[in-house]
């Protein structure tokens, strides 16, 4: 029962355009998400999180979007840069508990 | 600041042998470690939470047996690799919740790889 989706695989971005990542979840009692970018063979990097109680949360070039109706969070990252070519994992939370995350997906970011 | 380390980065072993893998968490305390399993191209895949002086919780289809988890301080805890096989090699990550810092947060080690013949 794969309770956080990535649907897609791979990415590919023209460098100083808009990546947009999606993850979709069917537990409506998640709380909390985060968005993690990883290297390989590297441990994952915490980018952006999101309390279930708000649809929106901006970090500099990273937005991360819930519609909780929809059970679907996006990452918005803009302007993409070459150095943003990663696998991004989503995350979910239940009371602070343990993470469950999606699949994965590979951004390439093209020059 | 919240920086996770393992050791070692990479280990090759023989069948039938036993390897250990270190999580420290460098400038924080860490009351509950987690331990996961990523295979190639996969998502990562909790085996594990490690509460500092108390037993692990496992999770559903990984065997506490083979997969020994020890929390003996706020810093560190180990995964040991009992009796392994080629099947077990596979990429393992440790990640720490900040006890002081936001609950949901996890930071992550490096990862270790594991190779065995």
């Known amino acids: 029962d794969q309770q956080v989706k990535q649907n897609s695989p791979s990415l590919s971005v023209q460098e100083g355009r808009i990546s947009i990542l999606n993850c979709d979840y069917t537990?409506?009692?998640?709380?909390?998400f985060l968005w993690y970018k990883k290297y390989p063979a590297e441990g994952p990097t915490f980018l952006i999180s999101i309390s279930s109680i708000k649809d929106k949360n901006e970090d500099g070039r990273f937005t991360v979007f819930l519609n909780k109706s929809a059970k679907h969070l996006s990452l918005h990252i803009v302007p993409s840069q070459p150095g943003d070519s990663a696998v991004y994992f989503c995350?979910?939370?239940?009371?602070?508990?343990?993470?469950?995350f999606g699949q994965g997906t590979r951004l390439t970011i093209n020059p | 600041g919240a920086v996770v380390s393992q050791h070692p980065s990479r280990v090759i072993c023989k069948s039938g042998t036993s390897v250990k893998i270190e999580c420290r968490s460098l400038d924080f305390q860490a009351t509950t470690m987690f331990w996961y399993r990523q295979f190639p191209k996969q998502s990562l895949m909790l085996m594990a939470t490690?509460?500092?002086?108390?037993?692990?919780?496992?999770e559903q289809g990984v065997e506490k047996d083979k997969f020994l988890i020890n929390h003996a301080s706020l810093t560190l805890s180990t995964l040991t690799v009992t009796s392994a096989h080629p099947e077990d090699s596979s990429f393992y990550i440790c990640s720490a919740r900040d006890t002081d810092g936001y609950s949901y947060e996890q930071y992550f080690g490096p990862g270790t790889r594991l190779t065995v013949t």
């Open positions: 995350a979910a939370s239940l009371g602070a508990q343990k993470l469950v």
């Open positions: 490690s509460n500092e002086g108390s037993k692990a919780t496992y």
């Open positions: 537990n409506s009692m998640f709380d909390y």
